[in-house]
């Protein structure tokens, strides 16, 4: 390709970028104009006006919805994936799947587009092969910094979970011992974690709605399982569904569990315990040695150089 369309190219890309923009807005607001026209018209009352703050939300929330449902996966098996993923990171709204795939889009031309109009404003001399480098490097920030963002919110929430479970099956084998149903139980735990366990007690709450509306026990712990993606939860769902088509006490196998999870928890800790001296490395080596070596070696430096100044060296 000849280089000198380059230039064209990134100014069409930033063209087309705010082209897109300016059209998510103007029909958002078109059609909120006509819904709320709509809304008088069968109320017979003016509608509130929405602050501006909001609105100016809305409106980037229906571009990226806009975009996202453009550009977002067609495959079943990979849009179920998706939406998996961003269950287990606890982002459950119907258009959340769309609003991140549109994040990554608009990211990745916006961050682009930026780069090229800067570069053809402020710095006409940059060579072309560095220019093309810079851009698509910062498209691909674009499009897998999303991702990463959302890989550690889900390893931080499933680490939340990991943390609140033993306090919440102690909960449950008090409940079950004392003569409660298994639903009822995890009914009671979910409203006393709402403090210190709030991502367990939601995640209960939740397995809660699911057995009034009438789905089936095993299903709804499956389900469980599959929001939070932890081993732990799934061994545990997998645990009480066998307990349940058996018949095993669930209130030994609650305590069994109980223990062997309060275990894991002490080795974690253990574990992070045993990495400090390594994580402290590198902050002793470069912060610390240096300023203590100035303060113990320092006064002895200044003697030697006074020492052979004095001898004219």
């Given at each position: 390709m000849n280089t000198e369309y380059i230039p064209y190219m990134a100014?069409?890309?930033?063209?087309?970028?705010?082209?897109?923009?300016?059209?998510?807005?103007?029909?958002?607001?078109?059609?909120?104009?006509?819904?709320?026209?709509?809304?008088?018209?069968?109320?017979?009352?003016?509608?509130?006006?929405?602050?501006?703050?909001?609105?100016?939300?809305?409106?980037?929330?229906?571009?990226?919805?806009?975009?996202?449902?453009?550009?977002?996966?067609?495959?079943?098996?990979?849009?179920?994936?998706?939406?998996?993923?961003?269950?287990?990171?606890?982002?459950?709204?119907?258009?959340?799947?769309?609003?991140?795939?549109?994040?990554?889009?608009?990211l990745a031309i916006g961050l682009s587009g930026i780069f090229l109009i800067v570069r053809f404003l402020f710095l006409p001399e940059q060579p072309m092969l560095t220019t093309g480098f810079i851009t698509l490097l910062l498209a691909a920030i674009g499009v897998y910094g999303p991702e990463m963002w959302l890989k550690k919110r889900i390893a931080k929430r499933q680490i939340a979970v990991a943390n609140e479970l033993p306090d919440a099956l102690d909960l449950l084998v008090v409940c079950v011992e004392s003569g409660m149903g298994l639903d009822q139980a995890i009914e009671r735990v979910c409203d006393e974690l709402k403090t210190s366990g709030p991502t367990i007690s939601m995640e209960l709450k939740l397995l809660t709605l699911e057995l009034r509306a009438g789905k089936a026990r095993g299903d709804a712990l499956r389900a469980l399982s599959d929001r939070v993606g932890l081993d732990d939860l799934s061994s545990l769902t997998s645990l009480l569904v066998q307990a349940d088509i058996f018949g095993i006490s669930i209130g030994r196998t609650l305590r069994v569990y109980s223990d062997a999870m309060r275990t894991k928890r002490t080795q974690r800790a253990e574990e992070k315990a045993a990495k400090l001296p390594v994580l402290l490395l590198l902050p002793l080596m470069l912060f610390i040695l240096p300023a203590l070596f100035i303060a113990i070696m320092g006064p002895a430096v200044i003697l030697l150089m006074d020492a052979f100044a004095v001898m004219g060296v």
């Open positions: 100014a069409a890309l930033g063209f087309g970028s705010i082209l897109m923009a300016a059209y998510g807005l103007v029909a958002y607001f078109d059609g909120a104009n006509a819904s709320a026209r709509l809304k008088e018209r069968i109320s017979g009352t003016a509608a509130e006006k929405p602050s501006l703050f909001g609105d100016l939300w809305q409106a980037f929330s229906g571009v990226f919805d806009r975009v996202g449902s453009k550009i977002g996966p067609t495959d079943e098996e990979e849009v179920d994936k998706n939406h998996l993923a961003l269950i287990q990171a606890g982002l459950r709204t119907p258009t959340a799947a769309r609003r991140f795939q549109g994040t990554k889009g608009i």
